[in-house]
């Protein structure tokens, strides 16, 4: 392995933009920097168990013909190291979405289209990512491959689903990530693990050849460490696919140009009543740091919120139900049982509750656009708490003590149930970070952004670098 | 502690929709079974008009 370290880029934590800068510039090949990145993610990944694979062979192809490209100058991440959950299809490997049973699937015959878009981007996939399994999970933790750890604390959660995304990001193992988010799996583990994650508008990005979990809720997007980068690679991810039904027919909408527009002229409120109850105080904290900052005084409620909350519970147990029904006939006991007994209890809700939870859901979407009207983005929490420890089963919100797994999500699911897209940014309190969420309309991922990256410059929020 | 109508209804569906239910799973599935159906009572509770309409493919 050439193990070049090069003169000015510290690879592990240098943002994409950077390395990008440099390898397009001459400074630094990419090669140098994928041998960097897999020589750390080798060195490191033990400790963190974030990746289930490594994609070597691949990524050191990929990094030579990067070098080799007249074109690389044009490349918006070239010689960037990425990595991907593992419900993305990555040619060769079986998709395992966490689970045991997948592992005896067919390899994937094609990469998924975020992949080949990132790839064509000048990008390099270096691995895969640990998850909860088939992404039924708030905290990261993994029964057959074990539990993604927190960079910041090995003993605490990534957060999850998509946990291994979470910790490869905040531990410098790659600057980009991919992962998943149904109801808060990248807006939880961003807020856990102290980094930026983007949930964009549903239908903005492809979804085509990742493994699904709840048809009408999957989003998928990226976690990176600055605003920047993820701006970057959600521009490089935009644009309609066919082959994904949800994916809107919408041109791409870049926004990497518009990041330092600032946020005058924009109204910002905080989302209170709800987001407020229960959350411990160093969620509070988080908000009100960033709601000062921005100068986001008026406090707003969502309409029913609860009952968002509620009907994208329902959602998911039915339709991840249906999706898993053959497996649990047929594979019961291959299950992690804490998923097994929820699908089996989702497939048993009789389907006139369903609907109404889908009759709730346009309801609620008309509310939550006409709060747009008046608003241009809105700040909440994004989990009520800081990482649990790994292994910790319950949580005590306001005073009442509930299972830990489906309710770190108490404030993204709701928001996700209608679409809404999302910066989740981190707050780097001591001793461990927490994230908030910047809210806006659909198809608006620019304000958000750009929120974030003023917020950034403001110092008000960063992802800290753990001790590792 | 779920309650006994809960439980058999749980024994009864499993039987009807030919899932597996090993005797120790029963409880853990119930008890699922409770909190999603109260949080689908939830949904249920709020009065919305007939006319209504679903968002099976929800565009945003």
């Not at chain 1, 990145?37 to 990746?51: H, I, K, Y």
């Not at chain 1, 691949?58 to 100058?73: E, G, L, Q, T, V």
């Not at chain 1, 707050?427 to 304000?447: F, M, N, Y």
Request: glycine share 8%; charged share 20%.
């Amino acid at each position: 392995m050439a193990l070049v370290t090069p003169p000015h880029v510290d690879t592990a934590w240098a943002t994409a933009a950077e390395i990008a800068s440099a390898v397009a510039g001459g400074q630094v090949s990419a090669a140098a920097v994928v041998d960097n990145a897999l020589a750390r993610m080798t060195r490191v990944n033990p400790r963190l168990n974030a990746f289930t694979a490594f994609t070597e062979e691949r990524a050191r192809a990929r990094a030579r013909a990067i070098d080799a490209s007249r074109n690389k100058a044009e490349m918006p991440l070239a010689g960037v190291p990425f990595a991907v959950k593992n419900l993305f299809d990555i040619e060769g490997l079986a998709t395992l979405a966490g689970s045991k049973i997948n592992r005896a699937n067919a390899p994937a015959k094609h990469d998924s289209p975020l992949i080949e878009r990132l790839e064509a981007a000048g990008a390099v996939l270096v691995g895969a990512l640990n998850m909860g399994e088939y992404a039924y999970d708030f905290t990261g933790e993994n029964i057959h491959d074990g539990p993604s750890r927190n960079p910041h604390d090995l003993a605490r959660m990534t957060g999850g689903s998509s946990g291994g995304s979470g910790g490869a990001v905040a531990g410098g193992l790659v600057p980009l990530a991919l992962g998943s988010d149904t109801n808060g799996s990248i807006r939880v583990p961003s807020s856990l693990c102290g980094i930026f994650g983007l949930k964009p508008t549903y239908g903005r990005l492809s979804r085509a050849r990742s493994f699904p979990f709840v048809a009408s809720l999957d989003h998928l997007g990226p976690f990176a460490r600055s605003v920047r980068d993820l701006a970057i690679c959600y521009d490089a991810m935009q644009g309609p696919d066919p082959t994904d039904p949800a994916c809107a027919q919408r041109p791409a909408e870049p926004v990497s140009a518009q990041l330092e527009r600032g946020i005058r002229g924009l109204r910002i409120a905080v989302a209170g009543g709800y987001f407020r109850k229960g959350a411990f105080a160093e969620a509070l904290v988080a908000v009100d740091r960033v709601a000062i900052a921005l100068n986001a005084r008026d406090e707003i409620d969502i309409p029913e919120v609860h009952r968002a909350r509620s009907a994208a519970y329902v959602i998911t147990a039915t339709e991840g139900a249906a999706l898993h029904i053959d497996r649990l006939r047929n594979r019961a006991r291959d299950f992690d049982p804490a998923v097994r007994d929820r699908l089996i209890a989702g497939a048993m809700v009789p389907a006139a509750l369903v609907n109404k939870a889908q009759i709730f859901r346009r309801w609620y979407r008309d509310r939550a656009l006409e709060l747009f009207e008046r608003w241009d983005a809105l700040i909440a929490p994004a989990t009520p708490c800081t990482a649990p420890a790994i292994g910790e089963q319950t949580i005590s919100l306001d005073g009442v003590r509930m299972p830990l797994r489906p309710n770190l999500g108490i404030y993204t699911q709701p928001i996700s149930f209608i679409g809404l897209p999302v910066v989740a940014v981190p707050v780097s309190l001591k001793p461990l970070p927490i994230g908030v969420q910047i809210i806006t309309a659909p198809w608006r991922e620019d304000i958000a952004l750009r929120i974030g990256r003023a917020l950034e410059q403001m110092g008000a929020v960063e992802a800290p670098r753990p001790r590792l | 502690m779920i309650d006994k109508p809960l439980e058999e209804f749980v024994e009864a569906a499993a039987a009807a929709l030919g899932l597996p239910l090993e005797p120790e799973w029963k409880a853990a599935v119930a008890a699922n079974l409770d909190v999603t159906l109260k949080h689908a009572n939830t949904v249920a509770g709020f009065r919305l008009p007939d006319d209504a309409e679903p968002a099976p493919v929800f565009k945003a």
